[in-house]
């Protein structure tokens, strides 16, 4: 099956043994992240931690990795390491800034999905066109390194209107759109709310830096009862007549995709 990134937890590559938690968190899979998390000295050895776990591992399919801004020389050294082993779920591409930074993904990695990090100026500038790129699996929003490229901060009335074009874009492109990781864990109201807001914005997940995250996350993103059956009965509806009508209400596409959407989430 193809990775699923609405809830992927990010850890750090040079700590292999939690390498195994992760995946086993309930997360829909675990990002080895050998960018942000890794000091500069460590670059080499989480390389060669990575290189080890995918050797080594039977089912890859929930594996995905953060390498390094693919123009530096750590990230050839992640997209070669990649290259070269077995096949991820997805690589996870940071500070995306154009078409041209998927094609050179692309080039060292072939077809395998990337999920593209949308966190500069730059990167909201094309996100139109980089959410067209062949082999985008989804578009992740990055606000952290986006306010501090801007010079502001990191609110939500601030970050939401570039928030809100990543997500148009990725829905114009039919990619998933994936909000950004709260950095807050200890209280589970925090992350909660933020998931909260993303999903009514429209967003399909969130990622996650810690496994306390999890659990509030998932349920934020999760349909309520009520919704399941109400999207089922719209469904029903639509499968039976067209035009159809439930409840005195027409039911026409953009309510029947409403609808499947929300059985997604729910899992069926």
């Known amino acids: 099956m193809p990775l699923d990134p609405s809830l992927l937890l990010f850890v750090p590559a040079d700590r292999p043994e939690r390498f195994g938690k992760a995946l086993a968190s309930g997360a829909t899979g675990a990002i080895l992240d050998l960018e942000d998390a890794v000091a ?28 390094n801004p693919p123009e530096t020389p750590d990230g050839h050294s992640d997209l070669a390491l990649l290259a070269a082993t077995r096949r991820i779920g997805a690589v996870v591409v940071p500070k995306v800034g154009s078409p041209h930074d998927c094609a050179r993904v692309a080039g060292m990695v072939g077809d395998l999905p990337q999920i ?113 059956a109400y999207a089922r009965r719209i469904v029903d509806a639509a499968q039976r007549s067209n035009p159809a009508v439930l409840d005195g209400t027409m039911i026409d596409p953009p309510i029947v995709i409403a609808a499947e959407r929300i059985l997604r989430r729910a899992g069926g």
């Open 40 to 67: 500069p000295d460590r670059k080499a050895y989480a390389r060669e931690q990575v290189r080890a776990f995918l050797d080594a591992g039977s089912d890859l399919a929930r594996v995905a990795v953060r390498v």
């Open 116 to 228: 593209v990090i949308v966190e500069t100026a730059r990167g909201i500038a094309h996100c139109e066109s980089i959410a067209g790129a062949p082999h985008v699996l989804a578009l992740a929003f990055g606000p952290y390194d986006l306010a501090a490229e801007l010079g502001g901060v990191t609110d939500a009335d601030v970050m939401d209107p570039h928030r809100a074009r990543v997500l148009v874009a990725a829905r114009a492109a039919e990619r998933w759109a994936i909000d950004g990781p709260s950095r807050e864990y200890g209280d589970a109201s925090i992350p909660a709310g933020d998931a909260v807001r993303a999903r009514r914005m429209g967003y399909d997940g969130k990622l996650l830096i810690h496994p306390a995250q999890i659990a509030p996350v998932r349920a934020a993103f999760a349909p309520t009862g009520d919704e399941v």
